[in-house]
């Protein structure tokens, strides 16, 4: 079989610059997309908006002209809101939308047809914890995330027979950019995020990578199709209290 080609979105910085690494590591072709420059990269690299439907086009005839094929998808690219859900304007709620959900349409919809045509292959979906559990002042966010989480699921029964598996990683709090700029308007600390998780610490880039690469590859995990992964440190498994989950550390 020829080298298996991987479109990753977001792929710039964070988790996706890390998931983008990982599948490369393991074999794949990998083309990066991003709105922001990609600097530094082996490979093909296209700028472009996830939410724009002539830019996802171009990316997916742009990977067909340079390889031929589209194995792996991965619908990384998203952005943050942290509000009151009645101090939400109108233009915030679509943007997130736009880029979180409409975003992972388009190119799943655009890969997912030159998939069926071959016969195979394989959308990962980075969803969250978030689409998962409510969080307060994220409801833009939360919206999007839950309704990845249900695209992923309708896509897998559509397509698995077809031989296109679709599932979703749901990360908890990771340690990138976007933390980062979250933390910096005071709405959390680190010390909320590792006093509630399990396993006392945040996610790193790493942790969803390896994630990602399990549900790409046929091989790992030829038979799933259609889940919602936490990749949480227990996050979403945990009903404790405060002192009772500090408790057991």
Known sequence: MDQPVAIV????????????EVLHDAGFAVVRFDVQAIDGTDGLAVAGDVSSPDDVAALVERTLECHGRVD????????????????????QWQRVLDVNLTGPFLLSRAAGRVMLDQGGGSI???????????????????????G??????????????????VNAVCPGWVKTEMDEADQAGGSYTDLDITEHVPAGRFAGPDDI??????????????????????????W???????????RKR
């Open 72 to 91: 792996v998808v991965v619908n990384n690219a998203g952005i943050s809101s942290i509000a009151p859900a009645e101090e939400t304007e109108t233009e």
């Open 148 to 165: 990845l989480i249900g695209m992923t699921r309708t896509l897998a029964v559509e397509w698995g027979g077809r031989g296109v598996r």
């Open 124 to 146: 990962v979906n980075i969803a969250s914890i978030a689409g998962l559990r409510g969080v307060a002042d994220r409801v833009a966010y939360n919206a999007s995330k839950h």
């Open 9 to 20: 979105t977001g792929a710039a910085q964070g988790m996706g610059r890390r998931i983008a």
């Open 236 to 246: 979403t498994a945990d009903g404790s209290w405060q002192s009772l989950r500090l």
């Open 209 to 234: 990578a390896q994630a990602v690469l399990f549900l790409a590859d046929p091989a790992r995990s030829g038979f799933v199709n259609g889940v919602a992964l936490p990749v949480d440190g227990g």
